[in-house]
């Protein structure tokens, strides 16, 4: 079933994948509610301008798919909405519930790294290390902590068959293939929200 989405991402050099992404959609893509190739350029307004638009944009949507790029630590206003995605609103008498996020890495054969001297070269390296027994993790200090410490979060409690982390890290090529897949699997996770343990900061 379809769910009404909005994409959170630098443009800079997020704008193509958010473009890929909406193509993926398909006939789903009329529940896109965020910015597009159309959008009004929204920079040069006043902040709380910037915030009210882009408010009006998530409210009433269900997922947030947010585009895990190099520079997006940079950016003004991601972190902002992820929060606000995570927030309970209410507006003349309607409420607007916690979205589902699901993040999205981007390929970057710039900053890509190679694994093993050259072996395996991986266009998603950007965001990992190595850990001293050999095994990859993400790198904090290029995620906003709302992103980081919305994994691993899941409480003690909660159904066994409930995935361990309310936001779940995908890599591109995987997201395309299949976007409803994610896209599904965040809003259930939201229909369940308490079985989470949620930091909106």
Do not use: C, H
């Amino acid at each position: 079933m379809a769910r009404k989405t909005f994409i959170s991402y630098k443009y800079s050099e997020a704008q193509n994948l958010r473009d890929k992404i909406i193509s993926k959609l398909g006939d789903d893509a009329k529940y896109y509610r965020g910015e597009d190739g159309y959008s009004e350029n929204l920079s040069s307004y006043k902040a709380e301008t910037i915030k009210n638009r882009l408010s009006d944009m998530i409210w009433g949507t269900s997922v947030t798919i947010v585009i895990l790029s190099p520079q997006m630590i940079f950016s003004n206003w991601i972190e902002w909405e992820l929060k606000y995605s995570l927030r309970v609103q209410s507006r003349n008498g309607r409420s607007s519930y916690a979205n589902g996020i699901v993040a999205v890495i981007q390929k970057d054969k710039n900053t890509a790294t190679y694994i093993q001297a050259g072996i395996n070269f991986d266009p998603y390296g950007w965001l990992k290390k190595r850990n001293i027994d050999g095994s990859f993790s993400y790198r904090k200090e290029l995620l906003f902590p709302v992103i980081y410490n919305n994994r691993f979060n899941k409480k003690d409690n909660a159904e066994s068959n409930l995935p361990r982390d309310y936001i779940e890290i995908v890599n591109e090529d995987s997201f395309l293939k299949n976007p409803g897949n994610y896209i599904e699997s965040a809003y259930q996770k939201s229909q369940l929200i308490d079985s989470y343990v949620i930091t909106k900061q």
